[in-house]
């Protein structure tokens, strides 16, 4: 059966139609702008626990059994690390590592112009690559040496060619499905939540499609076959990722926990991470967001066929995710630009006053939060900066006479780099026995705090000190002017600084 007899054109846009002249040139000027925010003083924050872990992996990459096997440390496929490792033959200072995440972001945003097409007319594909380049949310992600640009472009670029396959059956677009999906799953776990989302379209629309059956489950074959030269390790990447090894208390939530973590990603597809949900500014930033996501959504209701697997795609990997409490924000920046398709739609169906306004408190709100990201301030729920180099720089200048360092939490990672000096790392109970056992030869020594998980066991550890030690300097970054709101939200302790260093003395 010819194609043309099997595809559904969306909105009745002629299969042919191509950007013209001008809107190569917004798209230009709008790749520009998310270059610049990209770029935009990218060393001037300091690797976190999560980057350096990468860079670990990275360098690990010694041979095929590395790049195949589970690492503790990262759970997630290595395709990103061996990539990484390949660039890091020609630099290694922070910028140029995450010069690497950069350009896939950027990457990101023609694609999903590209993309975007596929599904809606020209103007609202320009807007969403618009609100691609310049997403606080995706920008947070696309500044850091992690896998998530690298997973979203990909899968973006899997949506593409899957609805091209299908429309057209043409075999350069089967091959080049099945090659982006096959890279796919050797970058994130979430890739099967694109693949599974788009058997269930195929299955939905099997009587269409069914003279398509046959190229559909070759070129899954190979991906699958693909995929099998990982098992082993994508179980223990399964083992260690599954729920019952994130304990539900790891999220900050307190009533109706599933509906809330799925507020909460929506949240920050439309603000972002650095403006705090009890902020003014980003509740109207939510509000208004969401109005026009809504519009979006109903316009198109009832959903034509491809655009049945557009929302499909967008709502069913969240789900999935609360489901199966995984569902931290990061992992699903893969559907972001989704969001700012139904976005860009709805805000152009607005009239045009309103939509002016709509316009203006998006923009108002997201350079808000992106001055917030640049200036370290609101990260996220849970942290407030990661101020690294300027502890390092401390302790490097005020750590005299061999004195001890005890380093509570995961900010030891970091400071391991930026230090170059041996530090351990300590949970609560395991610093606390080691301060008792040498508490007799222990005169003087720097303890750190530096994780929110750990505050609770740095009080207590500060109450067991001050029996016999006497704390003669202090030292601390990152003030958290919400540490009270966070306390009364989320129904535990919070820190009132990111970091704080702490220098004891024996009272005798």
């Not at 996501?293 to 967008?314: H, T």
């Not at 001890?404 to 000096?421: I, K, N």
């Amino acid at each position: 059966m010819a194609a043309s007899h099997i595809s559904t054109r969306i909105l009745n846009w002629p299969a042919g139609d191509r950007p013209g002249q001008r809107a190569y040139l917004i798209l230009g000027c709008i790749l520009c702008l998310g270059a610049f925010l990209r770029f935009y003083l990218l060393g001037q924050k300091s690797l976190w626990t999560d980057e350096l872990v990468t860079i670990s992996n990275a360098i690990k990459i010694i041979d095929l059994h590395a790049f195949l096997a589970h690492t503790r440390d990262d759970d997630l496929p290595k395709l990103y690390s061996l990539l990484l490792k390949l660039w890091m033959q020609f630099g290694t200072s922070d910028e140029f590592l995450r010069s690497l995440s950069v350009i896939f972001g950027c990457l990101s945003i023609p694609v999903a112009h590209a993309t975007s097409r596929l599904f809606f007319d020209e103007k609202t594909s320009l807007a969403a690559a618009l609100f691609c380049a310049i997403s606080p949310f995706m920008l947070l992600y696309d500044r850091e040496i992690r896998v998530y640009p690298l997973f979203t472009v990909l899968s973006l670029l899997s949506t593409y060619f899957f609805i091209l396959s299908l429309r057209e059956n043409r075999l350069p677009h089967w091959i080049l499905y099945a090659v982006v999906n096959g890279l796919n799953v050797y970058t994130h776990p979430y890739a099967f939540l694109t693949i599974g989302v788009q058997w269930l379209y195929v299955s939905i629309r099997y009587r269409t499609l069914k003279p398509l059956l046959k190229p559909w489950l070759v070129v899954n074959g190979v991906i699958f076959a693909c995929w099998m030269v990982r098992i082993s390790a994508f179980i223990s990447d399964v083992a260690y990722f599954a729920p019952w090894a994130i304990p539900r208390e790891r999220f900050p939530f307190i009533f109706a926990k599933e509906a809330v973590e799925f507020v909460y990603i929506i949240f920050s597809f439309s603000v972002g991470q650095t403006i705090l949900p009890w902020n003014p500014m980003g509740v109207l930033i939510f509000v208004v967001v969401l109005a026009c996501f809504a519009a979006g959504i109903k316009k198109e209701f009832p959903f034509s066929q491809d655009m049945l697997y557009l929302v499909l795609l967008l709502f069913l990997p969240v789900i999935a995710g609360v489901i199966i409490r995984i569902s931290l924000p990061r992992y699903f920046t893969f559907i972001a630009p989704l969001f700012f398709m139904f976005l860009a739609r709805g805000l152009w169906l607005l009239p045009k006053k309103i939509m002016v306004i709509g316009a203006v408190i998006i923009l108002a709100g997201w350079s808000y939060g992106l001055a917030n990201y640049y200036n370290n301030k609101e990260f996220h729920i849970q942290a407030n900066i990661d101020p690294w180099k300027d502890v390092a720089g401390f302790l490097k200048e005020h750590v005299k006479d061999n004195a001890e360092v005890y380093c509570l939490g995961l900010g030891v990672v970091p400071l391991r780099h930026y230090y170059a000096t041996s530090l351990r790392g300590y949970g609560g109970s395991e610093l606390m026995a080691e301060l008792n056992a040498r508490q007799a030869d222990t005169k003087r020594f720097w303890l750190l705090y530096t994780s929110q998980d750990e505050y609770e066991s740095w009080l207590r550890v500060r109450e067991m000190l001050g029996e016999r030690y006497a704390v003669i300097e202090v030292k601390k970054w990152g003030y958290d002017p919400d540490a009270d709101l966070k306390q009364k939200f989320f129904k535990k302790s919070f820190s009132t600084y990111r970091v704080v260093a702490e220098l004891y003395e024996h009272k005798d």
